[in-house]
Nanobody, 116 residues
Framework: QVQLVESGGGSVQPGGSLRLSCAASGRMFSINSMGWYRQAPGKERELVARITNGGSTNYADSVKGRFTISRDDRKNTVYLQMNSLKPEDTAVYYC??????????WGQGTLVTVSS
């Protein structure tokens, strides 16, 4: 089992920044990538960014150039730095860990609201 705890959500004005953190614990040796997903009201959950154990990253087109995913393996923590936030970034953000057989673990989610 892997446990994921997100933090750092909140309310921000358009153009502002937030940094989300995801602290992971448990059988981390089984994990080969971690990521952030989001789900806006009335929409399906979508991938925002993913980072592999080797450090390779991929991003949704909608966040490229604005969001940065990173990891600190000493702390078993993954971060999502979000800059130039837009109202359409408003969503519940979920941390994800995927193991080598493709099983997904999820955090409880943290709400990000971008509004003036």
């Amino acid at each position: 089992q892997v446990q994921l705890v997100e933090s750092g959500g909140g309310s921000v004005q358009p153009g502002g920044s937030l940094r989300l953190s995801c602290a992971a614990s448990g059988r981390m040796f089984s994990i080969n990538s971690m990521g952030w997903y989001r789900q806006a009201p009335g929409k399906e959950r979508e991938l925002v960014a993913r980072i592999t154990n080797g450090g390779s990253t991929n991003y949704a087109d909608s966040v490229k150039g604005r969001f940065t995913i990173s990891r600190d393996d000493r702390k078993n923590t993954v971060y999502l730095q979000m800059n130039s936030l837009k109202p359409e970034d408003t969503a519940v953000y979920y941390c994800n860990a995927r193991n080598f057989i493709g099983f997904d673990f999820w955090g409880q989610g943290t709400l990000v609201t971008v509004s003036s």
